[in-house]
């Protein structure tokens, strides 16, 4: 036997192997097909040297020579395309036809003249193809290609350094690519430098780090894939083996034992190891799968029981972090966010971020239209980096994104990263997601509901208080009148009896006193009853003055009693503006509680300041401005503030949910509201501008009572 075809040979068969066990492990995968056909030609390239350097005739020779090269031609094609596919260079993607294109031109003159390939040497060793004409050309593009597949991955190593799976997946790949170009010196041979072809040494060598890459970083998730494999061959080896073995090597001692019949003995140990084989197989199968996956199939029951439990978790705040930090914890990825589609800006905004540290990853809004969004709404499952592509708005680093659909109404997704071990995600992994994406939707749902419950539950509650509130004050105000009547009543009395003035003077200043106290009551009872009447269906002529005043009236003894000095500065004559009275006084009334809340943080002999100002900054716009001395609001948050559930407050102080209410009923005004502060500690100032009534003849009007103001 001719020793120098052994290492084609193996080489040949380590390649189909491995082109195999990838492809079939996901067919349908573009980088699949590609790194098959890769394996596939250098399976050809070597198993045609193996044919050729096994037989000694000419004829053979002169058909083997063509046949070996026809795969040969497609290996820097081949290469360019799973690299291209691996890297996504969407761009060069419309290249790789062109590229087949090419190799189809010196296919074309490798079986159809003499100008690529002119026959073949004799050498010791064997026979080898001699390059004609053509042939430098083709090593031209090849080396190109190799260029350019090299510059690629040396790139893409820089760009990944921030994802260690992925960097270590191209700085593996883009060794072994290295390695297999050295293959290359076996051209030499072409041009007949008789030395024997070591190619076969590199390819080997590439082969390994592919195989290593493949294992240990997941580059095209087969490892499971592997380990069956070789635990099918240790089983049949062991079926196989054992019984020739004996044949072999015991021999003679079982014919001194057994006589004549000594082969009866590997043939029964044959049949009880081949019976035994595929139950021996399962079981180091289902070990092996055990130990391989053990922490996957630990998270995914994890996920499992999660899927279980978000329904009782009835605060939508509670629940995203919930996911967030379990999902986390469990998975060992490296971050996940929670995206809730909002009603208020129309957008898929950020609800969490796990840990916070990642949130620079992510946009804050991100629209209905956003081309990650129409993919996950038509493929309505979950989609790996891949699949997703590059986009502007989410880093995912290897990581999947996990669509949550009602219906058909996608409502909310997560993005997650890739796994803190390197590993990539595998179907499993996929599917243990898709399951916990239903049960998210459900969950969030199931929040949303209890949300709007509780919010209409807060509604009537408010619209009793302000029932109650205005019945109080009503029946208030009557002692009051009686008080008011009974000191006139005591005056007159008083004057008729004819009292001494010293002892007069005395009795006239309790009098006063209790009509200046009777009438401060009053005063405040008549803003309660205004506060809480019912709302205009409608806007309606009124004065800003009159809001300002109310607001006053209500709001003075908080501002006494929090030792708040209060200045107002309101433009003399300000025009009539159309707008509804208590949902304006609202708006006052949050910005003022904003401010004590925000005063409480001048320091101790500081005086406390909260200035309103009204003003025409324009002929068609009034303006308000309400600003404090307090802790102010950083620059970052500025634009925030406005939003649901933001709040510069702790979380035990507030929801976040005042200023919002504001921005719909100016939204209602069609005014516009935004927010100024030097910083934080230097105060801060909300603005407000409402467009002016044009016809100056209109009179205030108290419109037609329908609806209550808005919460």
């Keep these: ?299 995914q029951r994890t996920l499992t029981e999660l899927s279980k439990t978000m329904g009782r978790i009835r605060d939508l705040d509670e629940l995203v972090k919930a996911i967030a930090k379990r999902v986390v914890d469990t998975v060992k990825v490296s971050f996940v966010a929670v995206y809730l589609y909002s009603e208020d800006y129309k957008s898929y905004q950020l609800k969490e971020c796990y840990p916070a540290a990642e949130k620079e990853r992510f946009q804050e809004l991100i629209t209905p239209d956003y081309p990650l969004v129409s993919l996950l709404n038509q493929q309505k499952k979950p989609l790996l980096s891949e699949e997703v592509g590059s986009t502007d708005k989410i880093k995912l680093n290897n990581g999947l994104v996990i669509p949550c659909f009602i219906g058909d109404s996608l409502i909310a997704f997560l993005a997650i990263g890739s796994k803190v071990s390197n590993q990539m995600y595998t179907p499993d992994d996929v599917l243990a997601f898709e399951a916990l994406s239903y049960s998210t939707a459900l969950a969030i749902e199931n929040s949303q509901f209890w949300k709007e419950i509780e919010e209409r539950q807060r509604q009537a509650r408010i619209a009793e208080m302000d ?33 001494p003035k010293d002892k007069l003077k005395n009795l006239t200043e309790s009098l006063d006193f209790i009509d200046d106290a009777q009438d401060r009551t009053s005063t405040m009872v008549n803003a309660i009853e205004d506060y809480g009447k019912p709302v205009p269906a409608d806007l309606v002529t009124l004065k800003l003055e009159d809001v300002v005043s109310s607001f006053f009236m209500l709001y003075k003894p908080q501002f006494k009693h929090e030792g708040v000095y209060f200045e107002k500065e309101i433009s003399v004559n300000l025009p009539l503006m159309k707008g509804i009275k208590q949902e304006l006084v609202q708006v006052l009334v949050n910005f003022a509680n904003n401010s004590i809340h925000a005063v409480k943080a001048v320091p101790q002999g500081q005086q406390k300041i909260i200035r309103l100002k009204a003003e025409l900054p324009s002929p068609d716009l009034v303006r308000i401005s309400f600003s404090d001395n307090g802790y102010g609001i950083v620059k970052d948050k500025i634009k925030a503030v406005f939003a649901p559930f933001v709040t510069t407050k702790a979380s035990t102080e507030g929801k976040g949910m005042g200023l919002s209410t504001v921005t719909k009923i100016i939204q209602k005004h069609h005014g516009r509201v935004w927010a100024d502060s030097p910083g934080k500690g230097k105060g801060a100032t909300m603005i407000v501008e409402f467009p002016i009534v044009k016809d100056d003849s209109q009179e205030p009007s108290k419109g037609t009572i329908k609806t209550k103001r808005m919460f």
């Design 1 to 299: 036997m001719n020793v120098f075809v052994i290492p084609p040979l193996v080489s040949s068969i380590l390649f189909i192997l491995l082109g195999v066990f990838v492809f079939f492990k996901n067919p349908r995968s573009n980088i699949n097909q590609a790194f098959g056909l890769m394996c596939l030609v250098t399976f050809w390239w070597q198993f045609s040297w193996f044919i050729l350097f096994s037989f000694n005739t000419e004829e053979m020779a002169s058909i083997m020579v063509r046949v070996g090269y026809s795969g040969i031609i497609f290996i820097p094609y081949s290469f360019y395309h799973f690299f291209i596919f691996f890297l996504k260079k969407d761009r060069e993607k419309k290249i790789v036809p062109f590229a087949y294109l090419a190799g189809l031109f010196f296919l074309f003159f490798n079986w159809s003249s003499n100008l690529f390939i002119k026959g073949y040497y004799k050498y010791s060793w064997g026979y080898y193809p001699k390059a004609g004409i053509l042939h430098p050309l083709y090593l031209l593009t090849l080396f190109a290609v190799a260029g350019r597949v090299t510059y690629l991955l040396y790139k893409e190593s820089f760009d990944t350094k921030s994802s260690p799976a992925r960097y270590n997946q191209v700085k593996y790949l883009l060794c072994a690519f290295v390695i297999y170009t050295l293959a290359s010196f076996d051209f030499v041979v072409n041009y007949g430098v008789g030395i024997y072809p070591i190619g076969f040494i590199f390819i080997i060598i590439s082969l390994s780090i592919m195989a290593y890459i493949i294992v240990k970083y997941h580059l095209l998730d087969i490892k499971v894939v592997f380990t069956r494999a070789w635990i099918f061959i240790i089983v049949y080896l062991l079926v196989l083996g054992v019984p020739l073995g004996l044949t072999g090597w015991g021999k003679n001692s079982l014919q001194e034992l057994l006589g004549v019949n000594w082969y009866w003995a590997p043939v029964f140990l044959a049949i009880i190891l081949a019976s035994a084989g595929p139950f021996i197989y399962t079981f180091l199968r289902r070990q092996a799968e055990e130990v391989l996956l053990h922490d996957q199939r630990h998270y």
């Design 467 to 499: 029932l109650f509130s205005y019945s109080v004050a009503h029946e208030i105000d009557n002692p009051m009148s009686v008080i008011k009547g009974q000191v006139g009543l005591i005056r007159k009395t008083l004057r008729e009896l004819g009292i």
